[in-house]
């Protein structure tokens, strides 16, 4: 049985899916990742490599203004990373709501 292996785009861990799951899967259906659960639409999914997953976004919440705002993939592509003093990479977010910048973790626990 084929399996694909799709990258989480947030915490890059592989989601397995089998041709079993995918024939269950429709588009606009929502996965989840098994490791830092953020949730993915299904836009695509006309068998073989033909599969296309848009993030639906972690929540999370400003350190600042306590609001809580999703954190899109074009958001993490356009954030700069950097590392913190730990060695843990984290993307440098822009607060919608007050502009304030922080460090998000990315939940990319050991692998
Ligand atoms: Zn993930
Ligand atoms: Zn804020």
Redesign the pocket.
């Known amino acids: 049985m084929a399996t694909l292996e799709i990258e989480?785009p947030?915490?890059a861990?592989v989601l397995e899916l089998t041709d079993e799951d995918r024939a269950e899967l429709q588009v606009g259906d929502v996965i989840v990742?098994d490791?830092?659960h953020?949730e993915m639409e299904v836009t695509r999914n006309d068998g073989g490599e033909d599969f296309e997953l848009e993030l639906l976004g972690a929540m999370t919440t400003c350190p600042n203004c306590d609001e809580e705002f999703e954190v899109t993939a074009e958001m993490l592509q356009a954030a700069p990373m950097t590392r913190a003093q730990d060695g843990v990479e984290v993307a440098l977010m822009t607060c919608p709501h007050c502009r304030a910048k922080f460090e998000l973790e990315l939940?990319d626990e050991e692998s």
Request: aromatic share 0%.
């Open positions: 989480c947030v915490c861990e990742c490791s830092c953020s939940a």
